[in-house]
């Protein structure tokens, strides 16, 4: 299996500039979550999708920030217009459906590294 | 919201030694208990989880122990190599289909 894929694996953009960030699950993985790591704040869940539909956006740090799942092989996190402060690690992860009252593990991307001028 | 406590935020141990990180959670809900392992450059990789239901799990050189009680569970490597050498991560979560609440991480460093 190829894993969590995520794109692009770095992105350097200039403040106010729109950025897309693309995520591919593991196939059969039905959850899909966005994280953002930092310094300051370390790992921070942003937004997570069951069967494709957002459960819980209120990571999303402001309206700027959006996400997408189409499907259940593809996803995408926007910022718009984005800012410096939004300079950081983001990460999608996946996983299996939940059976029962347990979470299944959640299978990481290596990431994309965002760098905002 | 979940809280996640986690220390020691660095640790440096002799190669061949123990390792042990703590981490304490506010929400008595929380029945998923996941440690990550985080290589520089990559992203975090699961080498253990624990459920509300045990107390402890073991695999290989590493172990985890949960109590629930005192709302704290922590992560034993024992025989540390250089190859341990990374950052861990704790997280909690209320289980079913959930986000994951991080720690803010150990980084550790195993001196040779």
């Known amino acids: 299996d190829a894993g969590v894929i995520q794109s692009p694996r770095h992105e350097v953009t200039e403040m106010g500039q729109e950025v897309t960030l693309r995520c591919k699950p593991i196939?059969?993985?039905?959850?899909l979550f966005w994280y953002r790591q930092t310094m300051m704040r370390g790992l921070e869940l942003l937004i997570y999708f069951n069967n494709n539909v957002p459960i819980d956006d209120s990571g999303m740090p402001e309206d700027r920030f959006s996400a997408k799942m189409p499907n259940a092989s593809f996803s995408t996190l926007k910022i718009q217009p984005s800012e410096p402060r939004d300079s950081a690690v983001y990460f999608c992860?996946?996983?299996?459906?939940?059976?029962?009252?347990?979470?299944?593990?959640?299978?990481f991307g290596p990431g994309t590294r965002l760098l905002v001028l | 919201g979940e809280n996640v406590e986690q220390h020691p935020s660095t640790l440096s141990v002799q190669e061949g030694d123990s390792a042990v990180i703590k981490c304490t959670y506010s929400d008595s809900a929380s029945n998923y208990f996941p440690w990550y392992k985080q290589e520089l450059g990559k992203g975090p990789q699961l080498i253990i989880d624990i459920r509300s239901n045990v107390g402890e799990k073991k695999d290989q050189r590493i172990a985890v122990t949960l109590n629930k009680t005192a709302k704290h569970f922590s992560l034993h490597i024992t025989e540390t190599q250089p190859e341990d050498s990374a950052v861990y991560f704790c997280?909690?979560?209320?289980?079913?289909?959930?986000?994951?609440?991080f720690g803010k991480g150990t980084h550790l460093i195993i001196q040779p």
């Open positions: 997280a909690a979560s209320e289980g079913g289909a959930d986000g994951l609440t």
């Open positions: 196939s059969g993985h039905n959850s």
């Open positions: 992860a996946s996983s299996t459906p939940s059976g029962g009252a347990y979470q299944e593990t959640q299978y």
